[in-house]
């Protein structure tokens, strides 16, 4: 977290997708049995380690509200540039507003073989047509453990930075302007916003990779 920029800052409220299981159990490929001295404890941790973009994203759904309406926000985030890949905003968390964002994500590089794509547990990510995208461009999907946020903390960790900057103490006139707002801060965050270890934007540190296949980087 401290390497892409980020503090972790524990979200007021947070959208619960998990409705049960709906297939055959993810796995999470993030977990690695942690060592102290050269030996291995029999623990389990997070590995968010990577050396280049598109070997790790993430991607969740939060909610926002303004009165009684509400938004939901559905990015993808890789994991070595902290680059917001791409974004969804929609009135209701359906199936589609996730759909959307994985298609675009797909249609931006010609090959992802081996990525793994982390995400919770939540039920959009267990539709088979979801599932079935991911397997044809051989990409490995990976699934938080049930009622551990520290999985998925690299996402959870942005949403936090997000809403205490833009969100938490804030009153807008309308859900329509809350929406432009985000869209204005992830821009913001992508290519103006400093990684404190890099010393650089996530989109100048993604065009320092050499990242050619990557077709449109707003």
Request: charge should be positive; charged fraction near 35%.
């Amino acid at each position: 977290m401290n390497e892409l920029g980020l503090k972790g800052i524990q979200p007021r409220e947070k959208y619960k997708s998990f409705k049960g299981e709906l297939n055959n159990k993810i796995p999470n490929h993030l977990l690695e049995e942690k060592e102290e001295k050269g030996y291995k404890t029999g623990k389990l941790g997070q590995n968010f380690k990577t050396s280049k973009p598109n070997q790790k994203w993430t991607t969740d759904v939060t909610e926002f509200k303004v009165k009684d309406k509400k938004t939901y926000l559905s990015p993808i985030r890789d994991m070595h540039t902290g680059y917001i890949i791409v974004r969804k905003l929609s009135k209701s968390p359906n199936f589609k507003m996730v759909e959307d964002m994985l298609d675009e994500a797909l249609a931006k590089f010609d090959n992802l073989e081996g990525l793994i794509f982390h995400s919770d547990q939540g039920w959009p990510y267990q539709m088979p047509q979801y599932q079935k995208k991911l397997k044809d461009r051989g990409i490995i999907q990976s699934m938080s453990r049930k009622g551990n946020c520290l999985d998925n903390s690299i996402m959870e960790t942005f949403f936090a930075q997000l809403k205490n900057e833009i969100y938490y103490g804030k009153e807008y006139k309308s859900i329509d302007e809350l929406e432009q707002k985000i869209n204005e801060y992830i821009d913001y965050y992508n290519n103006e916003r400093i990684i404190l270890r890099l010393k650089m934007s996530p989109a100048e540190y993604w065009k320092r990779c050499n990242m050619d296949q990557y077709k449109e980087m707003n």
